[in-house]
């Protein structure tokens, strides 16, 4: 498979704390791509670099070739990344398909004249964002949510509501942090589940995350950082018997 995603050098300095140092890694179009390491390994600050929120100190980011080092993440999001992030991004007095609807604005006719006077034009793509959106809470497993309240629900569907928000800007790779994140055993099944659901519609999906027994079933590469460092790359099997990543992350067998 091509590279969608290619990282080369890439450093983050705050201070003089080094958060991210030299890191390079390909992922693959289509595939499920985890990034795993100890608390403070820098795997959110990669993250934030890659989706820009924060800009690179150095080193490239290239998405289907073009460098998008340094964009911002508006700007990203038309050109098919989006991400969701370790900590709930919920407008809890909005309902849950009004919070879906936000994903959806970047397909939207937003003509001023058009909205002043709510042409038919506007109306119609007003009816099929909302459709829209109610079928990405049926895909995520929400559906039931649609009228509900984002306050009202509990705290797994507002992991998979997120979710259902990030795919309505219908993105082509799309980044999870901590997608499991304080879920229940039942919880963290379901989301296993539906991340291999989204990569089966052809969406790449890079993840963090610490849930070994998640990242090591569903993954199809996985990247190893520690102290900011590349420590190690492979498939799950490769990842599982490196000697170095026990060490550091994994325990002993």
């Known amino acids: 498979m091509s590279a969608m995603l290619e990282v080369a050098g890439l450093s983050k300095t705050f201070g003089g704390v080094k958060a991210v140092q030299d890191v390079s890694f390909s992922v693959a179009k289509g595939s499920i791509h985890s990034v795993i390491g100890p608390n403070g390994a820098g795997k959110t600050t990669l993250f934030n670099l890659i989706t820009g929120v ?10 289907d070739g073009e460098e998008i080092g340094g964009m911002r993440p508006d700007v ?3 050109r098919g990344m989006n991400r969701t992030f370790q900590n709930l991004q919920i407008c809890f007095n909005m309902s849950a398909l009004e919070n879906v609807l936000v994903g959806r604005h970047l397909h939207l006719d937003r003509s001023f004249f058009k909205a002043m006077f ?9 009816a099929a964002a909302r459709e829209h959106a109610a079928g990405l809470m049926e895909f995520v497993g929400c559906g039931k949510h649609v009228r509900a309240q984002a306050n ?4 797994g569907v507002l992991k998979r509501l997120e979710i259902a ?3 309505a800007a219908e993105p082509r790779i ?8 304080g879920l229940n055993p039942k919880e963290t099944v379901e989301i296993d589940e539906l991340i291999q659901k989204i990569a089966a519609t052809g969406i790449t999906v890079v993840l963090v995350e610490h849930d070994m027994k998640l990242v090591m079933h569903i993954s199809d590469h996985i990247l190893v950082l520690d102290y900011g460092r590349k420590l190690a790359e492979g498939t799950p099997a490769e990842v599982r018997a490196n000697p170095d990543v026990i060490a550091a992350y994994l325990g002993a067998a």
């Open 152 to 155: 009202s629900l509990s705290y």
């Open 174 to 181: 799309l980044l999870l942090d901590e997608p499991a994140a």
């Open 76 to 78: 990203l999001a038309t």
């Open 118 to 126: 709510r042409l038919p034009a506007i109306t119609r793509g007003d």
């Open 165 to 167: 928000r990030a795919l």
């Open 54 to 63: 924060y800009t690179p100190s150095a080193g490239s980011i290239r998405l």
